[in-house]
């Protein structure tokens, strides 16, 4: 009597797990066949949109642009750069861009910033994209010996000027129910011998999506995507640490598709490549605090990719 009834327990508790296991399948499925399945236009969405990306003279910013071009779009870049510039532009032009223009600018100086939102705003009339992409700096790779001018110019470069192009932009974004576009890190969480950078990085995410929430309680559509990359194959990332670590580096060509997919589908948030965060995820032990964030943080990410995907758009232009 007492021996059938543990059993019977077994055999319910077995029967839990069963079930439990399947339904995480189920979800599972549900989310990655919605993920696939979704109806993505991109030509359709983003023909004659317009759209400026920062740091494109090279680089993911480069592959972006040409990524916005292959679907038609008009294109702003900027750099301090202007061969590059007028190289890639001339690609995106060949690459089906509804057209394509450059203007020269040190993000360095705020003014300048300001100064290439004035230029979207008498070339373009208007602006529904807005790629904030590029990295710059006095900042070297190697550890922190208290240098405030690297430090002071990473924030400039690499954070202070990319509020200020949203700032500036803020009133055409909303009159196009545009989209901003943050290119960050997974050093914005830690990343030894690049403090400034990280700092920087970190600073935007704070930032942005506190931004992305406040529009969305001010009901203001204008969408923000933050982009969180792991290591990418550019020629300046390959220079700077590709003697320091073994990892492997992902391709900017595939970076640069997914960012603009997301960006796009005005999801929160892109983590490219998707499995940087597995090796965060398959620390064994100890399991910490630090893990079980990650995990929860991770879990946010995917469910709310879902609940934030496919808002109806209006129109411009
Ligand atoms: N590559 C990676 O492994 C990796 C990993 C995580 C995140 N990211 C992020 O991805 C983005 C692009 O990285 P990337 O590897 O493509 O960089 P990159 O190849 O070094 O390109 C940086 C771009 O920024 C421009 N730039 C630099 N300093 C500037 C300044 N003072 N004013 C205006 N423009 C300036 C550069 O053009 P000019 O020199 O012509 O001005 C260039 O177009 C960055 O936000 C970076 O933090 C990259
Ligand atoms: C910043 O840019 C503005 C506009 O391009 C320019 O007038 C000014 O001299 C620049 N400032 C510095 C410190 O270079």
């Known amino acids: 009597m007492i021996h059938s009834s543990i059993y019977h327990r077994a055999d ?89 223009r450059h203007v020269v600018s040190d993000m360095n100086n705020l003014t300048s910033a300001q100064n290439v939102i004035e230029d979207a705003r008498n070339k373009l009339r208007g602006l529904d994209y807005l790629v904030l992409n590029h990295v710059g700096g006095s900042g070297r790779f190697g550890p922190f010996q208290g240098d405030m001018a690297a430090v002071t110019s990473s924030m400039t470069v690499n954070f202070l000027s990319y509020v200020q192009l949203t700032v500036s932009a803020m009133t055409m974004l909303q009159e196009s129910q545009g989209s901003i576009i943050v290119i960050s890190s997974l050093s914005g969480k830690e990343a030894p011998f690049t403090l400034s950078y990280s700092a920087a990085k970190f600073a935007l995410e704070g930032f942005y999506s506190s931004l992305r929430r406040e529009l969305r309680l001010r009901e203001i559509s204008l969408s923000v995507t933050v982009a969180v990359l792991g290591y990418i194959d550019t020629d300046n990332a390959l220079k700077i640490i590709g003697d320091k670590i073994t990892m492997q580096a992902n391709p900017k060509e595939e970076c640069a598709r997914e960012v603009v ?38 879990l946010f990410c995917i469910t709310s990719h879902r609940m934030e995907r496919g808002k109806p758009r209006r129109e411009t232009s």
């Open 261 to 298: 997919r997301a960006g796009v589908l005005r999801h929160r948030e892109v983590i490219y490549p998707y499995w940087s965060l597995k090796p965060l995820l398959l620390y064994p032990f100890p399991i910490g605090k630090g893990t079980v964030i990650t995990l929860l943080h991770f």
């Open 12 to 100: 319910t508790m077995a029967a839990i797990r069963l079930l439990l296991s399947l339904l995480t399948g189920l979800c599972a499925y549900y989310f990655y066949s919605q993920e696939t399945l979704s109806p993505f236009k991109p030509p359709e969405m983003v023909r004659g949109k317009r759209v400026l990306v920062t740091g494109s003279s090279t680089g993911i910013g480069e592959q972006i642009a040409y990524e916005f071009a292959r679907m038609g779009a008009h294109l702003l870049l900027t750099a301090r750069r202007e061969k590059q510039l007028k190289e890639v532009a001339q690609k995106c032009l060949e690459l089906g861009a509804s057209s394509a």
